[in-house]
C-alpha cells in the first residue's frame, strides 16, 4: 500500500475518532478501540493480527499506567477524606498571610493536585477562595486564578497525575526526567497564569460569590493532619523517582547504591510506599477504622477506572498505527518537517484539544501520533521528558466550550460563557505556551 494511502486512511481515523466523541458522544474508550479496528483493517493488516495488536497495545499500557494511576487515586482520596488539602491551604495561608493569599493559593493547588484530580481538588479548596474574597471584597477570580492555576498546572505537567503518565508511558520517557522538567516548567507557568494573570484579569471582570453557590465550610470530624505530615507524604513518591533517575545518571549501573534507588524508585515501589503511609498515618493512626480505610481505597478508584481505560485504549490505537506501518509513514513526514520535535509535539497535541476538549484524551492519542516519530529520530534520555511536557502544554491551551473544565470552573465562579473565555480559557492557554517555551529552551540545552 502506498505511503499517500496510509496517510489518508490515519487522517480518516483520526477524523471518525473526533466525530464519533464529539458529535456522536460515543465514550472515548469505545470510539478509539473502533477506530484503532477500522486503522488496522484499511491499512491491510490480517483479521487476526489486527486484535492481536490491540490486546498488545492494551496489556502495554496498562500493565504500567493501572497500576500507577490506581496507587495514585487511593492516595489523593485519602488525603482528601482527611482533610490533608485543606491542611494544605490554612497552612499556607497562614504563613503567606492574607495579603499575599493569591501566592499560597496557587503553591497550594500545586501540590494537592499531585495525588488529587484536579476537579476534587478545586471543589475542595474552592470554600477558601469564596472565603477570602468575601472578606476583602475583591474579584473572585482575585484568588480563584491562582489556584487553578497551580492545581492545572500540576494536572498537566506532574505524575503521578494520569495525562503525563500515560504519555511517558506511551512515547517511552523516564519518569523522572518527566518530574523534573514538569516542576521547571510548571513554576513559571503557575507564576504567570495565576497571581500574574490573576491581578490582571481581576480589575477588568469584578466577580462575586453567586448566590447559588453559599457553601458551609466542611466541618471535618477529626483534627486536621499537620502540614508537615501531608508535605512529607505528597514528596514521599516524588523524591524516590528522581533519586532513580539520578542515580542511574552518576553512577555505575551495578553500582549496589544504583541499584537500591531503581528499586525504591521505580514508579510501582514508590506509590505504594506513599500509598502504604497515607493509609497508616492519615487512616489508622486518625482513629479509622481498617474497613473504613478500606471503603476509602474503593471509592478513590472509581474514578481511576476510566482514566486506565481510555489510557489503555491510547496504547491500542499507537501500537495499530506501528504496527500497521502508518506509524512509521507518519513519522517519516514529522521526521522531514522544519519543526522540532517538540514544537511538533505541541501543534498536535493543541489540535487535538481544539477539537474535542478533554485534555487527557488529547494527551493520550497526541502521544500515539508522536511515538513513531521517537523511533525514527532515535530521540531517548531527557529529551523524551520534554516531548512529554510539549504534549502536555498542548493539551492545556484553548479550552472552551468543549471541555469539561470549563463548565465546571464557570458554574462555582458564576460566570457566562464570554467571561469563562476570557478567565479560564486564557489562563489555561498561558500555562500552555509558557510550558512549550521552557520545553523549547530546554531542549537547546539538551540537543
Do not use: C
Request: glycine share 12%; no cysteine; charged share 10%.
Amino acid at each position: 500500500m502506498s505511503d499517500q494511502m496510509l496517510i489518508l486512511i490515519a487522517l480518516a481515523g483520526i477524523f471518525l475518532l473526533l466525530f464519533l466523541v464529539i458529535r456522536t458522544k460515543l465514550h472515548a474508550f469505545v470510539a478509539l478501540l473502533l477506530v484503532s479496528l477500522i486503522v488496522g483493517i484499511l491499512a491491510g493488516m490480517p483479521l487476526g493480527e489486527v486484535i492481536e495488536t490491540m490486546e498488545s497495545g492494551m496489556g502495554g499500557t496498562l500493565g504500567f499506567v493501572a497500576v500507577v494511576v490506581g496507587l495514585g487515586a487511593m492516595f489523593g482520596q485519602m488525603l482528601e477524606v482527611s482533610g490533608g488539602a485543606e491542611r494544605l491551604a490554612r497552612t499556607m495561608i497562614n504563613k503567606f498571610g492574607e495579603d499575599k493569599a493569591q501566592w499560597s493559593l496557587g503553591i497550594t493547588g500545586f501540590l494537592v493536585a499531585i495525588p488529587v484530580f484536579f476537579d476534587v481538588g478545586f471543589i475542595i479548596l474552592v470554600p477558601i477562595v469564596y472565603g477570602l474574597a468575601k472578606k476583602t471584597g475583591k474579584s473572585l477570580l482575585y484568588y480563584g486564578i491562582p489556584l487553578l492555576a497551580g492545581l492545572a498546572v500540576t494536572h498537566t505537567f506532574i505524575p503521578p497525575t494520569p495525562g503525563p503518565i500515560a504519555v511517558a508511558d506511551l512515547v517511552g520517557a523516564d519518569l523522572g526526567w518527566v518530574i523534573l522538567f514538569g516542576v521547571i516548567a510548571g513554576i513559571p507557568s503557575m507564576i504567570i497564569a495565576g497571581p500574574m494573570f490573576a491581578r490582571y484579569i481581576s480589575k477588568r471582570l469584578h466577580i462575586v460569590v453567586p448566590d447559588y453557590m453559599n457553601m458551609e465550610e466542611v466541618e471535618y470530624n477529626r483534627e486536621l493532619p499537620s502540614f508537615g505530615l501531608i508535605a512529607s507524604i505528597i514528596l514521599t513518591p516524588l523524591v524516590l523517582i528522581l533519586l532513580n533517575t539520578f542515580s542511574g545518571v552518576l553512577l555505575d549501573e551495578d553500582h549496589i547504591v544504583q541499584q537500591i534507588f531503581t528499586f525504591l524508585g521505580h514508579p510501582f515501589v514508590a506509590l505504594t510506599i506513599a500509598t502504604i503511609l497515607t493509609f497508616v498515618f492519615l487512616g489508622t493512626k486518625r482513629g479509622f477504622t481498617r474497613q473504613e480505610v478500606q471503603d476509602i481505597a474503593n471509592k478513590g478508584l472509581e474514578p481511576a477506572g476510566i482514566i486506565i481505560l481510555v489510557t489503555g485504549a491510547g496504547g491500542v490505537f499507537k501500537q495499530v498505527l506501528i504496527d500497521s506501518g502508518v506509524g512509521d509513514v507518519i513519522g517519516n513526514m514529522m521526521a522531514g518537517s522544519n519543526l522540532p520535535p517538540i514544537l511538533l509535539a505541541f501543534l498536535i497535541a493543541a489540535a487535538v484539544r481544539v477539537a474535542q476538549g478533554s485534555a487527557t484524551v488529547s494527551m493520550v492519542t497526541a502521544a500515539g501520533l508522536v511515538a513513531p516519530l521517537i523511533g525514527i529520530l532515535d530521540l531517548e534520555g531527557p529529551v523524551l521528558g520534554l516531548i512529554v511536557i510539549a504534549v502536555a502544554s498542548g493539551a492545556t491551551v484553548l479550552s472552551h466550550v468543549n471541555d469539561s473544565g470549563f463548565w465546571l470552573v464557570g458554574r462555582y465562579f458564576g460566570l457566562d460563557v464570554k467571561d469563562t473565555l476570557k478567565s479560564w480559557t486564557v489562563m489555561e492557554t498561558l500555562i500552555g505556551l509558557v510550558g512549550l517555551g521552557v520545553a523549547l529552551v530546554l531542549g537547546i540545552f539538551i540537543g
